[in-house]
């Protein structure tokens, strides 16, 4: 018997509300973390070296 449901497609994904986009561009505006975008200091942090160098560090 043959399947009546309809293929499975990519769903687009809904617009987001007025007030969501008000609130996300508050926050980018103000250096803030949004969904959707790289995060700048977990970047900084997770690509910083392991054990700390320098001269307070040097042997």
Request: negative net charge.
């Amino acid at each position: 018997m043959p399947s009546t449901a309809a293929p499975l497609s990519a769903a687009q994904p809904a617009a987001d509300p007025p007030i969501y986009r008000d609130l996300v561009d508050r926050w980018a505006g103000e250096g803030r973390t949004v969904p959707g975008q790289r995060d700048p200091e977990w970047v900084r942090v997770a690509t910083a070296p392991v054990w700390p160098s320098g001269p307070l560090f040097d042997d």
